[in-house]
């Protein structure tokens, strides 16, 4: 045959060994034709005819008669050839069909050759062996006769393969029909690149009976191939288009995919062949009991043979209880057949074969047992090399040309491939060798073994040949070949493997994109070189500009901090808050002798407005939305409202004995509520600041409130305890809700709509539905630190961190918008405008700076004038001019808020 050499076969073992030699010498009689011309004369692949002529079955009677046919020999002579070797062959007491036998006394009689086809796939010479599908086939055959294209399903195991060639080609070839009687039949499988090779199959053919219009058959077996083998997108969908012409009855041409069921999903992905597949698929399920029973029996009453009762019925219930598990039975009875007793297959010769499940796992191990060392690695690299892994599918087998395997150079290699055809768990056709069956990849364990441990090497081994066959096709290309991460991930698998791991064409692949990345990082040193060099220079005299230009700017800083010292000095008695900004900046521009001496001076100023009233320090503050009202809640239980800028007096509340931390304004500036210790417990109460009375109360019985926050249209107030975050009417006083989810929150303020309410301590955020009371989100997503504030919409919070830096977070997401550097003092004084542009942050020192909360700049920094005599509270007015502070650990004069 050509491509290999044929195994030697001594015509003295046996019937079948002699029938084989005289077909060897028909063949060299007729001029040693060639397997492939064989194969073209006789109407059967090549691995059929290579098969008849091993010497290890013998062939069926059509089989030989094409054999023979092709060879030009005596059809007459060869049948009565063959029907003596079948009488010998039945009468030689050998055990199996090699005529190995095992010493035993089993296996008298019953005929050499086998009635099951193990692992290999039924052939179409083998359609008289092919049992318990003809429903199937019959349907299917119905579905041609219905449909252009179609597809059949089935998964792994379900016996496709078989169907296509012994079922459905036999039935069409004799087929009186003459909507389907074919001009041709032809079948193929993908590989690598099904577009590239198989265009001249999809040409329709000349009818055989010189009839005009009738169909070319054509049928595509492993069609999954096309997605596990072929990688180029392009290429597929090429291919896909050229079958799919086959809708159109001028292409005359009628196209059967045969699918794996779990690639259905693949198939779906491309739009055209999903619609022309809608309904056009057969689906090949399980057989029935009694088709499992027929495919059995009949094959071994067609060779003479009788099949135990008891064993029949136990493999239709394993069978029928294991998915895809047809290759499993036909193995099994293969080698029960082996090991039968006369004419009888028998429950003891299936045990020891290993029954269903161990069968094939038996036989590789018996094979493999029988490899010396070297050999044994042989089989690793030959096996791991038929393999493609699945990447979210199962594994599947790829055939590969004989010289592509690895070690074809060594004796090993060629040795391993023969005994593994032998025991039919590979396949020989011509050239291209592959596995039996998909099912020796789960049912042989040591087989399973090697690919999961190996299975990463083997996808760097399967793109690296994809990618050297793409190199020889491009001429050997420079830019084809690897770099960067894909060579470093070759270079880990192979780049000190054995010689024998890789082709020739491989490890020249490899060698050539070592020696090109090695080049290309030679010039990119030389080139790196000369830019650094040139770099220097540059920066050398990059440097002496850069001293010049600094030379410059410092001198421009000093005459500007100058001019404005000079500035701030003239306006000291006129607009001395200006005068303090003019001071801060000239220092910061440049801190000169003139900029200190402004910036003392303007500190020397007095504040603008003091506000004095009882004798406790503040704890919270708040300034109405327009700026002209403050209030102030002190430790003396007394809430005291001013009217601004003139800093009258308007109104004393007596809320309690002792005060709380909290003050707020409503929207509308017409509420003010305040928080405040009456006996033992903590009390809101709601305050009408211009007519001077107290509207209601509202008690908190857990604790301390931590924060405060009206609704935006101020109908409700919300205010959030140790446990609880609870929401009033204003109106009515009636409780709303009250929401447990968030321990201790620090800080409250409704959504922009008023339907939600939110809350905050350590970053973890919860969000409410006021109408249903439930949970709209929630970000556990804790910083360093405490929330301190939420900006008067709600979509923002303010959270000071243990550095004292400030961060502003979006309530919905947590997500940081900006950080602001500052040196917060305290962890719950900062304070956003009624805007939310301006944040006000009392920092260490007696200061305030305020901060533009889009860009995160400081806009200025005010100083208190509280001696840093405790924390202070901040308030900004809705225009961002007006800043009240107030401190509230004075020692025993208090310092009431200062309106700046």
Excluded at 395 to 412: A, I
Excluded at 466 to 493: P, V
Excluded at 580 to 603: F, G, I, M, N
Aim: charged share 25%; proline share 5%; aromatic share 6%.
């Amino acid at each position: 045959m050509a491509g290999r050499r044929e195994v030697p076969v001594d015509p003295g073992a046996g019937p079948v060994q002699r029938f084989a030699f005289e077909l060897r010498k028909l063949r060299a009689e007729a001029g040693g034709i060639t397997y492939r011309a064989l194969a073209q004369r006789a109407g059967y692949s090549v691995t059929t005819l290579s098969q008849a002529a091993a010497g290890e079955q013998l062939p069926t009677l059509p089989v030989a008669l094409a054999y023979v046919g092709a060879c030009g020999g005596d059809l007459a002579e060869w049948e009565a050839r063959w029907k003596e070797a079948v009488e010998e062959s039945a009468g030689d007491g050998s055990r199996d069909d090699d005529g190995t036998g095992d010493g035993s006394g089993e296996g008298s009689g019953g005929g050499s050759v086998a009635p099951y086809r193990g692992l290999a796939r039924f052939e179409t010479g083998d359609s008289a062996l092919f049992f318990g599908r003809e429903q199937l086939t019959a349907d299917l055959v119905d579905l041609l006769r219905r449909r252009r294209f179609a597809a059949v399903f089935g998964p792994s195991g379900s016996g496709k393969s078989s169907l296509l060639r012994a079922g459905l080609i036999p039935v069409l070839r004799q087929t009186q029909d003459p909507d389907l009687r074919p001009a041709a039949i032809r079948i193929l499988t993908p590989g690598e690149r099904p577009a590239r090779t198989h265009t001249p199959v999809l040409t329709p053919a000349t009818s055989g009976d010189g009839s005009a219009g009738a169909d070319t058959f054509v049928i595509v077996d492993q069609f999954e191939e096309a997605f596990t083998l072929c990688h180029g997108a392009a290429e597929r969908a090429r291919f896909i288009d050229l079958l799919l012409a086959a809708r159109q009855p001028e292409s005359r041409l009628r196209v059967l995919l045969a699918v794996r069921g779990d690639f259905y999903g693949h198939c779906a992905e491309h739009r055209d062949l999903a619609d022309a597949l809608r309904d056009a698929n057969l689906l090949a399920g399980a057989m029935s009991p009694a088709e499992l029973r027929e495919a059995v029996v009949k094959p071994a009453t067609a060779a003479g043979l009788t099949v135990e009762r008891a064993l029949t019925a136990r493999l239709v219930k394993e069978v029928g209880d294991a998915p895809g598990g047809l290759p499993l039975l036909s193995h099994a009875l293969l080698e029960t057949w082996r090991r039968r007793r006369g004419k009888t297959l028998t429950m003891a010769g299936y045990e020891a074969a290993g029954c269903l499940d161990g069968a094939i796992a038996k036989t590789a191990e018996e094979v493999y047992g029988r490899f010396t060392g070297d050999q044994a690695a042989a089989a690793r690299r030959v096996l791991l090399h038929l393999i493609a892994p699945g990447e979210g599918t199962p594994d599947t087998r790829r055939p590969v040309v004989r010289t592509e395997l690895p070690g074809t150079v060594l004796e090993d290699t060629p040795q391993v491939l023969e005994a593994l055809a032998r025991a039919r768990l590979l396949t020989l056709d011509g050239d291209t060798v592959e596995l039996a069956h998909e099912a020796l990849i789960t049912a042989w364990p040591r087989l399973r073994g090697w690919i999961e441990k190996d299975r990463e090497r083997l996808r760097v081994h399967r793109n690296l040949t994809e990618a050297a066959h793409a190199w020889r096709e491009l001429n050997r290309e420079k830019g084809a070949l690897y770099r960067g991460s894909r060579l470093a991930a070759a270079q880990e698998h192979f780049g000190g493997a054995p010689r024998e791991d890789l082709t020739d064409l491989e490890h020249a692949f490899l060698d050539a994109s070592r020696g090109h990345e090695q080049k290309g990082r030679r010039r990119y040193r030389l080139v790196l070189t000369a830019v650094t060099a040139a770099l220097c220079l540059a920066l050398v005299a990059a440097g002496l500009a850069v001293g010049q230009w600094q030379s410059a700017v410092t001198a421009q800083h000093l005459a500007q901090s100058r001019q404005l010292s000079a500035q701030s000095s003239a306006l000291l008695d006129s607009e001395p808050d200006l005068a303090a900004l003019l001071a801060v900046h000239a220092y910061r521009t440049s801190p000169t002798r003139e900029a200190t001496a402004a910036l003392y001076a303007a500190a020397a100023l007095p504040l603008s407005e003091r506000l004095v009233g009882g004798t406790k320090p503040v704890d919270a503050i708040a300034l109405s939305p327009d700026g002209r009202t403050v209030a102030a809640n002190s430790r003396d239980g007394k809430v005291r409202i001013w009217d601004l800028p003139g800093g009258r007096l308007r109104h004393t509340f007596v809320v309690g004995f002792d005060s709380g931390e909290i003050a707020a304004f409503s929207p509308d500036g017409r509420t003010l509520a305040v928080t405040a210790v009456r006996a033992d417990d903590v009390v809101v109460a709601l305050l009408d600041p211009v007519a001077g009375r107290e509207l209601r109360t509202f008690t908190i019985r857990d604790g301390a409130v931590r924060g405060m926050a009206f609704s935006p249209d101020g109908r409700t107030v919300a205010a959030s305890s140790v446990s609880a975050v609870r929401v009033w009417d204003v109106a009515t006083g009636r409780k709303r809700h009250s929401f447990t989810r968030l321990v201790d929150p620090r800080a409250v303020a409704f959504g922009p709509d008023g339907r939600t309410v939110v809350t905050v301590n350590n970053g973890r955020v919860r969000v409410w539905d006021l109408a249903t009371g439930r949970t709209r989100s929630a970000n556990d997503d804790q910083i360093e630190g405490e929330a301190v504030g939420f900006s008067p919409d709600g979509r923002t919070y303010a959270a000071v961190r243990a550095d004292g830096s400030v961060q502003l977070r979006e309530t919905a997401t947590g997500i940081v918008r900006r950080t602001i550097r500052d040196s917060a003092s305290e962890l719950d004084g900062v304070a956003f405008a009624p805007d939310g542009r301006t944040l006000a942050i009392p920092g260490r020192g007696d200061t305030v700076r305020l901060w533009d909360t889009a860009s995160g700049t400081e806009r200025a920094t005010v100083t208190a004038g509280h001696r840093g005599r405790g924390a202070m509270k901040v308030a900004l007015s809705a225009d961002g001019r007006t800043l009240v502070t107030g401190s509230n650990r004075g020692p025993r004069h208090p310092h009431p808020p200062t309106n700046y």
